[in-house]
């Protein structure tokens, strides 16, 4: 038997696009493997909302959006005005957020993920924005309405970070953790590594998409240390906010120091550490020198990787290659398939 699962889709950028794409490829794979099919009922972009109950007919959408459509002029559902009028509004099971990341008040997401959460419908973020600004209060309003909370692609993108803590390293004392969490520097500085200026590296993630027009949540360690508070929040059991990270980004590096080092068997990395004292727990996000033979000094290019240094399960490492949305759009569709699977 199959169960139909509705999906809306806040936010149409390059990982819903993904999603969407990931949808058609795989529906045959969901049905036979997991009894399931998941449509895709609503969509929004920074332009407005589009709603069909008997779902989005998605190799369309994705057509009109590669024409420079907006959403809401799609001909196959209902317009609406906003996000959020969907999230209210439309009859779905799972919300997913996709859209920007807004760290000044988190919307549109913030809203949007608070209403389908008292709605009692589920959420599944790649929007790091929502955790970062509430993350206590969308978990507390959560379990108030027994609704669904899955994040795992929020912290580098497919890799299951936030599964691995949360799941399977039960009863373990992590005491500290570190990583390479952003592509985009970790791409910079490999480059800068192999003698190529910053402006040229910057410019070449810009061309494939994987930096902003605006790069300075990458270079500057932002969005490392967002992933580093949902780490800390979800996973290390604290509650913290940014201003509990020290962030120092990879603006001043210069090719001289960043060539030195090679030269000397090291790599600089920016790194984000959550460690463990007498005197509590210290978070930073840094370029540090590491040698080029460990771990981190092998998360090259595009890669990103973790660390958890724990007592009953010893030192953990994981790593992965990823060169587009791809991978991200995989976590969200695993985040939905555990979800509808619970439901």
């Known amino acids: ?35 399931l099919a998941c449509i895709v009922v609503g969509a929004a972009d920074s332009r ?3 709603f069909q109950p008997d779902g989005l007919d998605l190799e369309a959408l994705l057509a009109h959006k590669a024409a420079g459509q907006s959403v809401a002029a799609f001909p196959g559902g209902q317009p609406l005005p906003d996000a959020l009028t969907l999230a209210r509004t439309a009859d779905y099971d799972i919300l997913l957020e996709a859209s920007p990341v807004n760290l000044t008040d988190g919307e549109p997401a913030l809203s949007c993920v ?4 008292e709605r009692g419908k589920a959420a599944v973020l790649a929007n790091k924005a929502p955790l970062v600004l509430d993350f206590e209060g969308l978990h507390t309003l959560a379990q108030a309405h027994d609704a669904g909370l899955a994040f795992s692609a929020t912290v580098c993108g497919g890799l299951p970070v936030i599964n691995v803590g949360q799941r399977d390293l039960v009863a373990a004392d992590i005491h500290k953790v570190e990583g390479i969490f952003n592509s985009t520097s970790n791409y910079i500085l490999t480059r800068m590594a192999a003698g190529e200026p910053y402006e040229d590296a910057l410019a070449e993630a810009q061309r494939r998409g994987l930096a902003e027009t605006d790069p300075s949540l990458d270079v500057d360690g932002w969005d490392t240390a967002n992933k580093l508070v949902i780490i800390a929040n979800a996973i290390l059991g604290l509650s913290v906010s940014l201003e509990d990270v020290s962030v120092t980004g990879i603006r001043e590096l210069t090719g001289k120091q960043i060539a030195r080092a090679r030269a000397e068997g090291q790599r600089v990395r920016l790194i984000a550490t959550a460690q463990r004292s007498d005197a509590g727990w210290r978070m930073e996000v840094r370029p540090r020198l590491v040698p080029a033979t460990s771990f981190l000094g092998g998360v090259d290019l595009w890669e990103m990787g973790v660390v958890f240094h724990t007592d009953i399960f010893e030192t953990m490492y994981l790593k992965i290659d990823e060169r587009g949305p791809t991978a991200t759009a995989a976590a969200m569709l695993r985040d939905a398939v555990h979800l509808a699977r619970l439901a």
């Open 114 to 117: 608070r209403a389908a959460l």
């Open 1 to 35: 038997m199959i169960r139909t699962t509705q999906l809306i889709l806040i936010g149409f950028g390059s990982v819903h696009r993904a999603f969407a794409r990931l949808l058609l490829e795989k529906r045959q794979t969901l049905a036979r493997r997991y009894g």
């Open 48 to 50: 407005g909302a589009i």
